[in-house]
């Protein structure tokens, strides 16, 4: 008779714990499709033309001037600590806010994210201050991280900032895992960060690279990376409080497609890029037609880039953007390339940084750091006119970094791109391994570029 | 502290208990006594010292354990508290219940780690057809007269409703990864010496 009751209350346990499960997982859906950005509205604000000579031509395209051709370069992070994986989002008052990460002595363990506003109305950044660190992480998590990592800002569809970066385990970015916090004073305050658990061996070894899209329910696509064991891109959807609800697998592990990225060209339409490991140095690209319900196998695109992190942005009249490294310059130049039929075919707009051959070409340390010290003052306005001194402490900051393989190496890496409400293009990077570059490219400049004949 | 994260750094503290209730110490300690341990190790796992609480540096390697791997932990505590009393599941039961963590195992590591281009833990986010087919196996484990197993199934399904952790799949509260080569090794190890056991018959 006990038996028999302890089966009857199993058999009861049992029902009810299922129909809570179907209950809850009937009320879990989400439709494809994706929300196309916001419309450019505000008028376009004039950017001060630079005044290298350099810039301007490189602006202009060479042999073929613009009229109004506009860049306005920044450093944007400042000295003491290292700095990379810059990710920007523009905020309500049409300012840009940008993070980043930065590094001490003690690496990875005394990394911390970082975050400033560029203010266009006055042209300059604001004064840098730490977001978020691997001791508040820990702290907040309640366990034990190796560091922090990558950071992505986005808007969610509710209208807050949300941050996500990756944190670090014992196996360093094998074993990394993302958190999200975010702030409602647009990133003045931030929640305590909160795991994202996306991989069921551990939590090991997703990481995030690129921006955040919607999908036209308000869900959100997190275009990630899983490297541990085997490395292949992923899209984790979240939705509007932030938990995972789904992920969708780009392609399958071995063909070494990194740091996804995708572009929304319509309510259905998208192409995700990525970085790849193959041999004809080129982008790897994944289309989805029926607003991201099924993604086509990964095909090689006509993107050349050497296995380096790119951004790319997709605008409103259809023409796709992307900044990246030229695989036969290595990251010693970044350019600004366009493409007005959907991916199938790229051109260079302007080449925003360029530095190729310099490595090899036998400079005395004190020829190297004489150029290092050039390309700082044509970096910020704040370093043009500065005395030796004040470019004293930026060029012992990039100095090391550009001596450290023996020659004159600069490297520019990891780009961010956004477009404003303004339409303006802000472009970031990480610049020599030190600091953060920021430069504003004027949309009308953009669009006559992109029309002219190739 | 949320329940996600006592959850999570109780189950470390838990599993640390296991190993040290086995010194030969402890074991000659009185139920009262071992009860009273027990409780004074668990506090220690849990005070934070130094901004992180010795859980929390298990936590911070291993990911949070499934619920499935508290139940197990939770009946092997019983037993080791109460030394005198009937252990809560025979050798049929929890050989079952790891014959099904060894075959879930090995449906979801290989592939959600990359072979092949389909994704076994996507169907922990909500999906309706993995919730059904779990809900036929507890059945059939009931009207096998099996207990342990459904309990199981049924714990992790429910911890996944009211969201007791910080995931949202359904696989991360039936299985994790030490859970998995536990139930490997052992079922392994129980074939091998059936195996045995025929031969020499």
């Known amino acids: 008779m006990q038996e028999k009751s302890r089966r009857l209350a199993l058999l009861a346990l049992v029902l009810v714990a299922f129909a809570l499960a179907l209950f809850k997982a009937s009320s879990w859906h989400f439709g494809y499709g994706f929300r196309l950005p916001e419309p450019v509205l505000q008028a376009a604000v004039p950017v001060p033309a630079p005044e290298s000579k350099k810039f301007r031509r490189g602006m202009r395209g060479g042999a073929n001037p613009v009229p109004s051709g506009r860049l306005e370069p920044h450093l944007v992070s400042g000295i003491g600590r290292t700095a990379d994986a810059v990710s920007l989002v523009e905020l309500k008052d049409g300012s840009v806010r940008a993070f980043w990460r930065a590094a001490g002595r003690g690496g990875a363990a005394d990394a911390a994210i970082i975050s400033a506003v560029f203010d266009p109305a006055a042209n300059s950044w604001s004064e840098a201050q730490e977001v978020s660190g691997r001791a508040a992480t820990r702290r907040s998590l309640r366990r034990q991280i190796g560091g922090v990592d990558d950071p992505v800002a986005t808007r969610a569809a509710n209208g807050a900032l949300w941050l996500f970066y990756g944190t670090d385990g014992f196996a360093a970015r094998r074993s990394s895992a993302i958190v999200l916090m975010s702030s409602e004073d647009e990133g003045l305050h931030w929640s305590a960060p909160r795991r994202l658990v996306t991989t069921p061996f551990l939590n090991f070894g997703t990481r995030i690279k690129a921006a955040p899209f919607v999908y036209a329910d308000g869900t959100m696509g997190l275009p990630v990376q899983h490297q541990f064991i085997t490395r292949f891109p992923e899209i984790l959807r979240l939705d509007q409080t932030g938990k995972v609800i789904d992920k969708q697998r780009l392609a399958s592990g071995g063909r070494a497609a990194l740091q996804p990225l995708v572009l929304v060209r319509g309510e259905k339409e998208a192409l995700a890029l990525s970085r790849a490991e193959n041999a004809e140095r080129r982008v790897l690209s994944m289309a989805t037609d029926d607003g991201g319900r099924h993604w086509q196998p990964a095909q090689t695109s006509g993107l050349r880039n050497p296995d380096a992190a790119l951004a790319a942005l997709a605008l409103q009249d259809g023409a796709l953007l992307a900044v990246l490294n030229d695989p036969e310059r290595g990251r010693e130049s970044l350019s600004l390339q366009g493409s007005v039929d959907g991916g199938a075919s790229w051109r260079e707009l302007t080449r925003l940084e360029e530095m190729n051959g310099l490595g090899n070409a036998g400079l005395a340390k004190s020829q190297c750091l004489e150029v290092t010290a050039h390309l700082l003052r044509s970096s910020d306005p704040a370093l043009r006119n500065a005395d030796a001194a004040q470019l004293s402490l930026r060029l012992a900051a990039a100095g090391p970094q550009v001596l450290r393989q023996g020659g004159c190496h600069f490297e520019f890496s990891d780009p961010a791109m956004i477009r404003t409400g303004n339409g303006d293009i802000h472009i970031a990077y990480t610049w020599n391994r030190t600091f953060i570059k920021h430069l504003r490219i004027d949309q009308r400049w953009l669009t006559q570029r992109l029309k002219e004949p190739q | ?201």
């Not at chain 2, 190993?19 to 220690?44: K, Q």
């Not at chain 2, 949070?64 to 252990?87: E, I, K, Q």
């Not at chain 2, 959600?112 to 809900?135: C, E």
Request: with cysteine; proline share 5%; hydrophobic share 55%.
């Open chain 2, 1 to 201: 502290m949320n329940h996600t994260d006592w959850l999570g750094l109780s189950g470390f503290a838990l599993a640390s208990l296991w190993p040290v209730l086995h010194l030969p110490y402890i074991r000659r300690l009185d139920t009262l006594r071992r009860l009273l341990f027990a409780a004074a190790g668990y506090v220690l796992m849990m005070v934070p010292l130094f901004g992180l609480s010795l859980a929390g540096w298990l936590r911070g390697i291993i990911g949070d354990l499934s619920l499935t791997t508290l139940l197990l932990l939770g009946s092997a505590l019983y037993a080791r508290l109460n030394p005198a009393a009937t252990p809560l599941w025979d050798a049929r039961e929890r050989a079952s219940l790891l014959l099904f963590i060894s075959v879930m195992a090995l449906m979801l590591y290989p592939f959600a780690l990359g072979w092949g281009p389909l994704d076994p833990y996507r169907s922990g986010y909500g999906s309706i057809g993995l919730i059904v087919m779990l809900a036929l196996l507890a059945l059939w484990a009931l009207r096998r007269g099996l207990a342990l197993l459904p309990l199981a199934i049924a714990l992790a399904v429910t911890g996944w409703s009211f969201a007791c952790y910080e995931s949202t799949n359904l696989w991360d509260y039936l299985l994790d990864a030490p859970l998995a080569l536990y139930a490997l090794g052992a079922t392994a190890g129980g074939l091998l010496q059936q195996a045995i056991r025929r031969k020499r018959a």
